[in-house]
């Protein structure tokens, strides 16, 4: 079966960094997104990776390992706004997106 | 500009009752669409996709039902609810054809009462 592993919830401190791990099993694969969802609001795009390697953007970076079925989604300069729950998502080989449960992650001050 | 709308925002509904959610897109055409439900806990569950105007595959066998009578238009249905239609249901549009990335509409939260 096909499956994305993310930690359940995790908590950082204001101006810190967290880094949110994602682990994959899946038909293949096209390409793994992550998604920032606030609470009662829809998920919005964040970061698409589909080769090895880091991507930045601003205070975030997402990296992948295809070998390993891994990525993760670094914060840094952690602001208040960033408390959200944190989407993991995988394309499979048949271009359908694969979800994780989502990771919820409380900022403290 | 692009934009995705989504209503009903939050409905209660008894068990048995029929369920409409509209979703609407301004500022393409021929959009590929998509009906996802959120369970607590629970990651995306894909509903429906429709690449075009009376054109729906279906995910998940269930008593939900989607159509496509308009290009921009895409709606989800059901003539009884069940208490386990209870969730959180999202219309997204395929705004990246080659990454894949998806908007979201606002959401339409249902509880079945």
């Known amino acids: 079966g096909q499956n994305i592993d993310q930690p359940t919830e995790m908590t950082a401190t204001e101006g810190a960094i967290v880094q949110i791990n994602c682990t994959y099993q899946t038909s293949g694969f096209n390409g793994l997104f992550w998604y920032q969802q606030h609470a009662g609001e829809a998920p919005t795009f964040l970061s698409y990776n589909v080769l090895d390697g880091l991507e930045e953007k601003g205070r975030f970076s997402s990296f992948l390992s295809r070998s390993k079925g891994y990525s993760y989604l670094l914060l840094k300069e952690l602001q208040m706004k960033d408390s959200a729950s944190y989407l993991c998502a995988v394309m499979d080989s048949n271009y359908q997106l694969i979800w994780g449960a989502g990771t919820k992650l409380i900022i403290k001050p | 500009s692009q934009t995705i709308h989504q209503w009903p925002a939050t409905l209660v509904q008894p068990v048995g009752s029929p369920l409409s959610l509209e979703c609407t897109v301004e500022?393409?055409?021929?959009?590929?669409l998509y009906w996802y439900r959120q369970a607590a806990g629970r990651g995306l569950q894909l509903l429906f996709y429709?690449?075009?105007?009376?054109?729906i595959s279906s995910e998940v066998p269930q008593n939900l039902s989607a159509s496509r009578p308009q290009d921009r238009q895409f709606i989800l249905s059901s003539k009884k609810l069940l208490l386990s239609d209870s969730g959180f249901y999202l219309c997204a549009w395929l705004v990246g054809g080659d990454t894949g990335e998806l908007f979201f509409g606002e959401g339409s939260r249902l509880t079945v009462l």
């Open positions: 500022g393409t055409s021929n959009p590929n």
């Open positions: 429709s690449v075009g105007i009376g054109q």
